[in-house]
């Protein structure tokens, strides 16, 4: 392969795509262990006309979730807690969970639990709001299942709230000193951190949305609650600079931090008609 002429296309896609859709963040591609391209679009800021690099930090949503499930494994590995373990078992009090739910239906959304971001206008009753561990509880425990846990697919948040939960009573440590401990620190991820609301993170990006071509600010959303008290702890509140960091979306994990086991059964794909279900997996698949 050409990697100046591939550079070349790929820079020239990205400024068609920039020009088309107002593209904000960073790409990275990679063949092998070569970056081939890397470059940032708009604006970290654009208040203060600060433009994205590769140094840029990012929040990373919803996909921290994986760093949630490979936090859980890593428990089952170290013989703390089994996928099969029912949920009850974790929230006894909590007797409005159905019977039948486990973690591994909790890892690949298939609890049928209620998620709590399909609540109406939850960016304004929930997220920008200081709800404890119990409160957030008790936005889904009361609600009717979507369907029998193993029987379907819902993407839901509720279930990887309850995972960070299980994290912490397991393991005695809170979500951030686990990953920092057992994921982090193992993969040298130096520039990746959770966030707690409190922190100066350098180079951080400020997030914004597209409004008719027009820059606008994302929702606020109280980082207190995705913290401590777990709104989005360990699922959706960490922070992620592309350059100069173990990429755990590339590679995922290493024989080092999990076992050849472990490691193929993370990987392991079922299928139900249309529908691929993993551990990594939080969309539904279409063939």
Not at 64 to 74: D, E, I, R, Y
Request: aromatic share 16%; proline share 1%; charged share 25%.
């Amino acid at each position: 392969m050409n990697i100046k002429l591939k550079r070349s296309e790929l820079n020239s896609y990205m400024d068609k795509y920039n020009d088309e859709f107002l593209f904000s963040g960073t790409v990275s591609v990679k063949k092998g262990d070569d970056i081939i391209f890397q470059k940032g679009y708009g604006f970290a800021s654009a208040e203060h006309c600060v433009l994205n690099t590769v140094d840029t930090v990012f929040k990373l949503y919803s996909i921290s979730k994986q760093f949630t499930a490979a936090a859980v494994l890593l428990l089952e590995e170290k013989g703390l807690l089994k996928l099969s373990d029912k949920l009850l078992d974790y929230f006894p009090k909590v007797t409005n969970f159905n019977k039948n739910i486990t973690l591994y239906h909790l890892l690949t959304h298939t609890s049928g639990i209620f998620n709590y971001s399909n609540i109406e206008l939850s960016h304004t009753k929930i997220y920008n709001l200081h709800l404890s561990n119990d409160e957030m509880i008790s936005l889904f425990k009361d609600k009717t299942l979507s369907f029998e846990p193993g029987t379907d697919y819902e993407y839901c948040n509720s279930g990887y709230f309850l995972l960070s939960l299980i994290i912490e009573k397991v393991s005695g440590l809170s979500y951030e000193e686990f990953l920092n401990e057992n994921i982090f620190k193992p993969l040298n991820m130096n520039y990746t951190y959770v966030d707690e609301g409190k922190k100066i993170i350098k180079n951080m990006a400020t997030g914004y949305y597209i409004n008719y071509r027009n820059l606008v600010h994302c929702n606020y959303i109280d980082m207190n609650n995705c913290s401590y008290i777990e709104v989005y702890e360990n699922d959706d509140n960490l922070y992620f600079r592309l350059n100069k960091c173990n990429v755990f979306l590339i590679y995922p994990i290493s024989e080092d931090t999990f076992q050849n086991e472990l490691l193929d059964e993370t990987y392991k794909v079922e299928y139900d008609g249309d529908k691929v279900l993993s551990f990594w997996g939080v969309e539904k698949f279409n063939n």
